[in-house]
T-cell receptor
Framework: DTAVSQTPKYLVTQMGNDKSIKCEQN?????MYWYKQDSKKFLKIMFS???????INETVPNRFSPKSPDKAHLNLHINSLELGDSAVYFC?????????????????FGQGTRLTVV | AQSVTQLGSHVSVSEGALVLLRCNYS??????LFWYVQYPNQGLQLLLK??????LVKGINGFEAEFKKSETSFHLTKPSAHMSDAAEYFC???????????FGAGTRLFVKA
């Protein structure tokens, strides 16, 4: 069973289109993320959700709209795609531990979605 | 502001040689530190993590890292490199109540036969 799964794995689309990427985790985690990895492999956090609530929004253009219908899912919708949106998008999840142990687990990553805008 | 700096975007070693990948962090609070590995066309996989327990942390595939608070460092080492270690390695720090993980720019490890 895949712990964090993203679909699709590859996405090629034209400028101006709207597209969505789906993410699901079966780890029982309460926090989910979207990261963007550019062509130089630099990873930047975009959004962080905890228990379906948006916690972090790293000055991402409002063309990007995440949606978390439940704790196990975090989808990313992108409107009016631009050439600069081409990148690999990673979904990840982690868990806040109860007191008495390490507060946070590490993030578990999906395999990524390679988005190419032409 | 919290940040992570990885020294050297590329490191090349011979098979069997010591691997040393450098990571320095800045954090105003005790950090949670991680090393991840990324193989081509794959997601990130955790190598090891520091969560304020032992300062010397052992991970998978023979890697280990030492947390040095005085140097704000968390360097990754492996005594003997293997060809299969060739990959991109990322150092990361978690803060903001655990809701944000900042990654370093990555270090590409090349292993020569």
């Amino acid at each position: 069973d895949t712990a964090v799964s993203q679909t699709p794995k590859y996405l090629v689309t034209q400028m101006g289109n709207d597209k969505s990427i789906k993410c699901e985790q079966n780890l029982g985690h309460d926090t989910m993320y979207w990261y963007k990895q550019d062509s130089k492999k630099f990873l930047k956090i975009m959004f962080s959700y905890n228990n379906k609530e948006l916690i972090i929004n790293e000055t991402v253009p409002n063309r990007f709209s995440p949606k978390s219908p439940d704790k196990a899912h975090l989808n990313l919708h992108i409107n009016s795609l631009e050439l600069g949106d081409s990148a690999v998008y990673f979904c990840a999840s982690s868990h806040m531990s109860p007191t008495g142990g390490p507060r946070y687990t590490e993030a578990f990553f999906g395999q990524g979605t390679r988005l190419t805008v032409v | 502001a919290q940040s992570v700096t990885q020294l050297g975007s590329h490191v090349s070693v011979s098979e069997g040689a010591l691997v040393l990948l450098r990571c320095n962090y800045s954090s105003s609070v005790p950090p949670y530190l991680f090393w991840y590995v990324q193989y081509p066309n794959q997601g990130l996989q955790l190598l090891l993590k520091y969560t304020s327990a032992a300062t010397l942390v052992k991970g998978i595939n023979g890697f280990e890292a030492e947390f040095k608070k005085s140097e704000t460092s968390f360097h990754l080492t492996k005594p003997s490199a293997h060809m299969s270690d060739a990959a991109e390695y990322f150092c990361a720090v978690t803060y903001t109540g655990g809701f944000k993980t900042i990654f370093g720019a990555g270090t590409r490890l090349f292993v020569k036969a």
